[in-house]
Nanobody, 126 residues
Framework: QLQLAESGGDSVQSGGSLRLSCAVS????????MGWVRQAPGKEREGIAA???????TYADSVKDRFIISRESANNTLYLEMNNLKPEDTAMYYC????????????????????WGQGTQVTVSS
């Protein structure tokens, strides 16, 4: 079992930056595919970034060149650095672990993961 706990959500102005963190506890396997998924009010969950066991990252077109996903194995933490934030980035952001493929995460609607965090809210005002 894994427990995931996100932090770092906040309210920022358009063009601002935030860094989300996801602390992972429990039995962590280095082969885990992990990612970040967001859900805006009235919309389905959108996989925006994922990273595989070798550290290769994949991004959705909506965040590519603005967001960076990374993982730090030493402290079992997953990060999402978000730059040049836009109002359309406003959503609840979830950390998740145990995906079949990073490509599927960023291309499928409502991507499937084995484990989910509770989410952290990001609000971007214009």
């Amino acid at each position: 079992q894994l427990q995931l706990a996100e932090s770092g959500g906040d309210s920022v102005q358009s063009g601002g930056s935030l860094r989300l963190s996801c602390a992972v506890s429990g039995t962590v396997h280095s082969y885990f595919c992990m990612g970040w998924v967001r859900q805006a009010p009235g919309k389905e969950r959108e996989g925006i970034a994922a990273i595989d066991q070798t550290g290769v990252a994949t991004y959705a077109d909506s965040v590519k060149d603005r967001f960076i996903i990374s993982r730090e194995s030493a402290n079992n933490t997953l990060y999402l650095e978000m730059n040049n934030l836009k109002p359309e980035d406003t959503a609840m952001y979830y950390c998740a672990a145990g995906c079949a493929s990073t490509w599927i995460v960023v291309t499928a609607t409502n991507p499937i993961f084995n484990y989910w965090g509770q989410g952290t809210q990001v609000t971007v005002s214009s």
